[in-house]
């Protein structure tokens, strides 16, 4: 899959971007979760990208979500004199260790997509507003449902602040109605053939439901997949989030009724160039450790708009 984020920016930043490669040298370390989900793999790529742009060399790495891996890819990193390492941490708390080890050697660390549990460690932390994606996420499908019946809900990985989050997000929105009724809630790990198992098995003991609300994208197609099996897709109110390619498709095929897409391809690029400002400059670009950066809703009134993986035009 080609990514495009690099060559939206290209024509804006042409003449700066030459100007600032021509100075910049030496390694960037991204270390993500799984490139086998393709939100991991779009923030991997364009984290890459954006940083050869500016000059560096750069390579990408996967935990897979587990914090040993994590702390040996940091050791490399090390090891290879890195200038910086943009990473998806494995664990809120989990991951603290790496980030210490890495900062105790002299290597800026800047935190995408998902927070550690301890400030004033790594000189940015960028992820997605999940608070308020769960939420617009939430009212969509409340919108969608007609505010009751009864639903499930499939919960992402435990150790990932961003599983409760967007679960309590969610929470808030939907208990403001009082004719709706959650009648399970399951830990599907943001994986799609858990959704699908988890989602099975909620079905079978809850046979009337009429909606299923997702922590993210994969676990909202696993779901699908089961519904579909079971013959109960039609009529079957469903949300997701991140706003991955597959979900754009279901969305487009009137089986997802929305998604909330996560802005990766912006805030994976918007950490390198924070990264490379403090390499530079030796000072930081933004002030602030934790940023938010809004999410968007996809449906059927502007999936059109979505022009490349993660990326929504909204110019229209």
Partial sequence: MKLTRRTILATVAALPLMAQAA?????????????????????????????????????????????????????????????????DPANADGSVGAVKKAVEAGIPVFIVNAEINQSGLAKAQLVSNNAQGAALGAMAWVEAIGGEGSYVELFGAPSDNNAQTRSNGFETVLTQYPDLEKKAQEVANWDRTQGYSKMQSMLQANPDIKGVISGNDEMALGAIAALKEAGQLDGMVVGGFDGSPDAVDAVKAGELTYTVLQPVAIFAEEAVRQADHFITNGELMVAEEKQLFDCMLIDESNVENYTAAFTLDQSS
């Fill in 23 to 87: 100075m910049a040298d030496g390694l960037i370390s991204i270390i993500v979760n799984d490139p086998s989900n393709p939100y991991w793999f779009t923030e991997g790529e364009v984290a890459k990208a954006t940083a050869e742009e500016l000059g560096y060399d750069a390579n990408v790495a996967a935990h897979k979500g587990d914090t040993n891996t994590e702390s040996n890819l940091v050791d490399t990193a090390i090891t290879n004199q890195a200038k910086a390492i943009i990473l």
